[in-house]
Each structure stands twice: as C-alpha cells, then as structure tokens.
C-alpha cells in the first residue's frame, strides 16, 4: 500500500520562504518520476515541479527560478524548496508519484498541504 504525506505548508508574507516534505511508505523513490502539483478552488491542477529518473527536473514558468525541487532516497522523501512567495503562490500543494515513469499519469497522491501568502 503506497503512501504520500505531505507536510511544511503554512502562512508567510510576500517574499518569505517554506519548503515541503513528502514522505513515501511502500514505494521505493528510486529511479521514480515525481512531481509537485498546486489547485486553488475553482482551477484546474497545475503541476510546479517534475523530477525524473536521471534527477533532472522540470518546472511551471510561474516558479522557475523561485522552487526547487529534490528528493533524498535514502529519507524516503520529496521536497520542494519555494523561496521569494508571491500571493498567486497560495494553493494546496500535493506531492504525486508514477507507479513507472512511462506510465502518462499520476497513480499516487497525497493529501495535500495548504500554502498561504499575504
């Protein structure tokens, strides 16, 4: 049974900083395809952040420069580093996970971590 938790979401001010953890149980991390994905009510799902097998990552223009995204193996963990948040930035934020990287779509989600910035 895989499971995806995430947690470090928050309140800042304009400008400030946050990073996120998303802990995986029963899904090895390794050489996987993992993402980061933002809604606010009302929007469609935006992915932020992509991580592939070979460690390169991919991001949404919104955020290039601003997030990073990483994962340790070893922690069993995905991370997104967001510095120098702007109020579009507010979201709930999930972390998300290919059962194999050629599979098209997202099998495993979290529940989510909200972001808010005033």
């Known amino acids: 049974h895989v499971q995806l938790v995430e947690s470090g979401g928050g309140s800042v001010q304009d400008g400030g900083s946050l990073r996120l953890s998303c802990v995986a149980s029963g899904y090895n991390m390794e050489g996987k395809c993992m993402a980061w994905f933002r809604q606010i009510p009302g929007k469609e799902r935006e992915q932020v952040a992509y991580i592939v097998t070979d460690g390169t990552t991919t991001y949404a223009d919104s955020v290039k420069g601003r997030f990073t995204i990483w994962k340790d193996v070893g922690l069993k963990t995905l991370y997104l580093q967001m510095n120098n948040l702007k109020p579009e930035d507010a979201a709930m934020y999930y972390c998300?996970?290919?059962?194999?990287?050629?599979?098209?779509?997202?099998?495993?989600w979290g529940q989510g971590t909200q972001v808010t910035v005033s």
């Open positions: 998300a996970a290919r059962f194999i990287c050629r599979e098209d779509f997202f099998r495993y």
